[in-house]
Structure formats: structure tokens, C-alpha cells
């Protein structure tokens, strides 16, 4: 009964989350389990992490990079990315945070920077995500670190 409950609860939040984030795509944890386990699609795979620090201290996806919910530079976020190797290689950026809310909000973020006339030449070369139901999901299904 508490599995099913907790199920139903996970599908609200991220069916919540994806009416108040439209333009955001979503990648589902399967999805993303295959990108970090095979190298078929030859593109960087860019994990950021949007929770505070000592959320992110306790547990994190397995190479996934701390960005503070808080931030409003996107610059030093694009250059995260840039600092990929963007200009050599595609890149897919998947952001998530604990249900989706926070991860979805910079997901909007970057694909509106992404948008403007200094980023043309890399937009072309980069996708963005939101994991569905991130790291609660994530770890529910098993999916560890």
C-alpha cells in the first residue's frame, strides 16, 4: 500500500512539474541509464546537480557537477558546459534535483541563454534535459550512484 501510495505521489510531482515547465524535455531515468552505460550516441554527457551543497554531500549520480539552485549567473553555468568540450564535441546536459522542480527551473533557464546571440554557435550542439523525477526517482528504481 505505502509502494503505491509513494508511486502515485512521484507521478503528481512530475506530471505537476512538467504543466509549470512546458518547453522543458524531460529524459527518463531508463533513458538516461542507457546514455551513461553505453558510448553509441558519442556525446558528452553533462550531469548538473541543482540542490543546495549538503544535499548534494549526502548523494549524487555518479559524475554529476554541483550547481547552487540559488544561481542566477548563467554565464558561469554556459561555461560549465563550454568547459566540456562543446566546441569538439555535441554535448547533453541533464539536470536534475530532488523531484524536478529546481532542475527544471535551470533547464528553462539555459535553453532561454541558449537563445541569445553569444550562444548561436553552441546551441546547435547542445541539448538539454530535465531527468524525470530525478534523484528520488533515480534512487527508487535502484539505479545508484
Not at 505537476?16 to 551513461?36: D, G, Q
Not at 548538473?48 to 547552487?68: G, M, Q
Not at 560549465?80 to 527544471?104: F, K, P, Q
Request: glycine share 4%.
Amino acid at each position: 500500500m505505502w509502494v503505491q501510495k509513494s508511486k502515485m505521489a512521484m507521478k503528481l510531482a512530475t506530471e505537476a512539474v512538467k504543466v509549470r515547465f512546458p518547453s522543458v524535455p524531460n529524459i527518463s531515468t531508463e533513458e538516461l541509464c542507457h546514455l551513461m552505460k553505453t558510448d553509441i550516441s558519442k556525446r558528452k554527457l553533462l550531469l548538473l546537480d541543482v540542490r543546495e551543497e549538503k544535499e548534494f554531500h549526502v548523494s549524487h549520480i555518479c559524475n554529476a557537477l554541483h550547481v547552487s539552485p540559488s544561481l542566477k549567473d548563467m554565464e558561469s553555468v554556459m561555461k560549465i558546459i563550454s568547459e566540456t568540450g562543446v566546441s569538439s564535441e555535441d554535448v547533453t546536459v541533464v539536470c536534475y534535483c530532488s523531484v524536478g522542480y529546481r532542475s527544471s527551473s535551470l533547464a528553462q533557464q539555459l535553453l532561454y541563454e541558449l537563445h541569445k546571440p553569444s550562444y548561436q554557435e553552441m546551441k546547435s550542439r547542445i541539448l538539454v534535459y530535465n531527468l524525470e523525477g530525478s534523484i528520488f526517482k533515480w534512487a527508487n528504481e535502484g539505479k545508484g550512484p
